[in-house]
């Protein structure tokens, strides 16, 4: 499975999109949407949180959490410090905000690439499946590399890396189930390996300097994978 090829942009690292099967590991830490009322009203606060984050997104991305501003924040996306409470409460709910939208867009692109894969008829094999998704999510972290390398990186607010971990962890479980590892020895242990090995090659394709580059490490990687994971295919 070639990286390039998922150019459409690439983590769920599942093929399934249903609420039980999407990392939904926020609970209560879960920053929660706001009501949907009808009316202009609507239309204006959906494109006011809609700048908030934009704005968010380029504040984060070059000072890092600790050192962002919301006044700066507000000021790039020229609305008020109280319309960022009011949608947001804050500048660490602000930055999970920003981090769940990330993940779901990653899981929409992993997850509608093993649809593809699979609606295509010529794969049904659980190692290729995998490829697939971690194709589309290799893909995803060049094409927003700005908010992969901010998350990646570490750092956010108190809790955050608990939240990371929570959703590292289901992520795991998600492809425990794709990859069938209770049918096959060691099985627990080549997902935790294959999931590892992706998500640091996304934390690497986000620093390259060009996408030429960032796809031809995808493609290694991508390529190593299949080895480990169907090693009968490599000899």
Sequence with gaps: MRCQRSRQGAVAESGQTSPANRCDLWQSDRVQPQPRTNGRGTGRAQATRAGLLSAA????AESGFADANIADVVARAGASVGSLYHHFGGKADLYLALFEDYQTRQE???AAAVRAARSDGNLHDPAELFLAGAAAYLAGCWEERELSRLFLAGGGPPGFELIARRRYREWIHVNANLLRADEQPLGETLVLVLTTVVAEAGREVSVQ????DAMRLADEVLE???????????T
């Design 209 to 212: 300097d060009s996408y030429d």
């Design 57 to 60: 997104r380029d504040v984060f």
């Design 108 to 110: 929409e692109r992993a």
């Design 224 to 234: 190593l994978i299949g080895r480990i994971s169907s090693p009968a295919k490599a």
